[in-house]
């Protein structure tokens, strides 16, 4: 099976793309568990498309092109769980296929092969995280976009324009998900190792990274929430701390047929024959890649399987060395077939019941399973982290994330604060506020004009508009 992929014929891409699909296609069949991150999402697009405006009507730190994704996807066919998957099995897809047409195109391997993007895909499949619309996910796409210009052989007045897209292209990355600027290191370690004027080519490079950025800015500035932008998106991403939404023994369990793979190709990178100079030096460029997305990786906030995304692109590139190693046929397809059948059991353990087995708690990311709802279609503030509540009825008011929502719930002994909920609540005026904060009686009590006007229901920590 691994020689077949070795050939570029078009019959090969069809199979490639065929397995993928087959891997894919009968999961979104079988049902789509519903996550609290992807109806997050589904939430900012839907408030988009009703006219308002990203960090100043809607406190999130969704990136600015992530969340264009969320709202053309709302315009088009509302909330909707199987676009979302099918939208960002797709772009796997095209990520897989684009990288491999990349490394082809630049001759990176002895000769043409199909098996940077067989494995990309396979690996690719091993937990739904990988198959969600995340910000990650389509910023990757434009990190994968970007390689074949940042590692152009670069003289002097001739390609210096490719440098330029090299850097939009991260620079679009970075405004799907903010801490793939990072990724501007891999960026400035293929000019040092490529480009003809290093100083001048990284300058051009980073006025491509800076490029959309600057449109943005200015495009805040006139509608007057520059501040806003710069708190939400700009500034959060960064603070330093580690949540695990998955155990670090469960994310072990999920991980350990990518880890093995790309531990395996790394070694195999070390008996490596001679090779053109330009094949050693991008093969260095991809050693930074790896370093970057594990840095990208292990300085993020909170930590599960889908931020391991990022190691794709590298287990992809370094494993066409193991697969194609002078070793025994019949072992490297042995290996491939247990590869293979891993990641089908992993991905298929709930459909099997292989759950009881393998033991893998993602409760965290699903959204919990709850009786019929009192409430639906209704407008509805939640004070607090429980966006459950939204599955079935619209969000008002820009406290959508409720750790931004404490510039001013987390505040209320400034008077500033208190006049910023009240104008917000004046403006949109919901028929429920769900209370799960305990934060009622005092907002009652300081905002009466407002929250006056709600009386507890039969549930409790839920307000009805009188």
């Known amino acids: 099976m ?14 490639l793309i065929l397995l993928y699909l087959l891997i894919q296609l009968p999961l979104i069949l079988l049902g789509i568990p519903a996550t609290q991150q992807e109806l997050l999402h589904m939430l900012v697009g839907e408030r988009m498309a009703n006219g308002f405006s990203m960090y100043r009507d809607i406190y999130d730190n969704t990136a600015p092109l992530s969340a264009m994704v969320y709202w053309l996807i709302d315009l088009m066919v509302g909330r ?33 092969t199909y098996l940077p993007a067989l494995l990309y ?112 998106h700009l500034l959060r991403a960064w603070r330093f701390y580690i949540d695990f939404l998955i155990s670090p023994a469960d994310l072990a369990k999920l991980l350990a047929v990518p880890m093995l793979v790309l531990f395996l190709s790394l070694m195999s990178t070390f008996s490596l024959p001679q090779r053109l100079v330009f094949q050693v030096k991008f093969q260095q460029v991809m050693w930074v890649w790896l370093l970057t997305s594990l ?24 494993s066409e060395f193991f697969f194609s190693t002078g070793k025994k046929k019949w072992m490297m397809n042995l290996l491939f077939v247990t590869v293979l059948t891993a990641v089908v059991l992993l991905r298929y353990k709930q459909p099997l019941g292989l ?54 719930f987390g505040e209320l002994n400034e008077y500033m ?8 609540f004046k403006k949109e005026t919901p028929a ?29 920590g839920i307000y009805k508009l009188k």
Not at 3 to 14: A, K, M
Not at 447 to 458: D, I, K, Q, S
């Open 80 to 112: 909707s769980f199987v676009t979302f998957r099918v939208t960002a099995m797709v772009l796997v897809l095209l990520q897989a296929l684009f990288l491999n047409l990349t490394f082809n195109r630049l001759s990176v391997y002895a000769s043409k």
């Open 121 to 232: 895909l396979i690996i690719g499949s091993i937990t739904f995280e990988f198959n969600m619309l995340t910000p990650l996910l389509i910023g990757n796409t434009f990190v994968v976009l970007s390689l074949p210009y940042i590692v152009t052989v670069s003289r002097e007045g001739f390609e210096n324009n490719r440098l330029f897209v090299g850097g939009f292209m991260l620079g679009l990355a970075a405004l799907s998900y903010l801490p793939l600027s990072l990724f501007l290191l891999v960026g400035v370690f293929a000019v040092i190792l490529f480009a003809s004027s290093s100083f001048r080519s990284f300058l051009l490079m980073l006025c491509g990274f800076a490029f959309p950025y600057a449109v943005l800015v200015t495009y805040y500035f006139y509608i007057g929430s520059v501040d806003e932008f710069l708190e939400m």
């Open 417 to 424: 604060a208190v006049y910023e909920v009240y104008q917000n």
């Open 2 to 15: 691994i020689s077949y992929f070795r050939s570029i014929l078009p019959s090969r891409l069809v199979l």
């Open 355 to 408: 759950n009881q087995l393998v033991q893998i708690n993602e409760s965290k990311l699903i959204l919990p399973q709850k009786p019929s709802p009192r409430v639906t279609n209704a407008t509805v503030v939640v004070l607090g982290d429980d966006i459950s509540f939204y599955e079935h009825n619209l969000p008002v008011t820009p406290y959508l994330n409720w750790q931004l929502a404490q510039r001013h």
């Open 432 to 460: 429920y506020i769900v209370d799960k904060a305990g934060l009622m009686p005092e907002l009652i009590y300081k905002v009466p004009a407002v929250f006056g006007l709600y009386e507890p229901t039969e549930t409790d």
């Open 295 to 318: 840095i990208v990786i292990f300085s993020r906030p909170v930590i599960s399987a889908g931020i391991f995304l990022l190691l794709l692109p590298p287990i992809a590139y370094f």
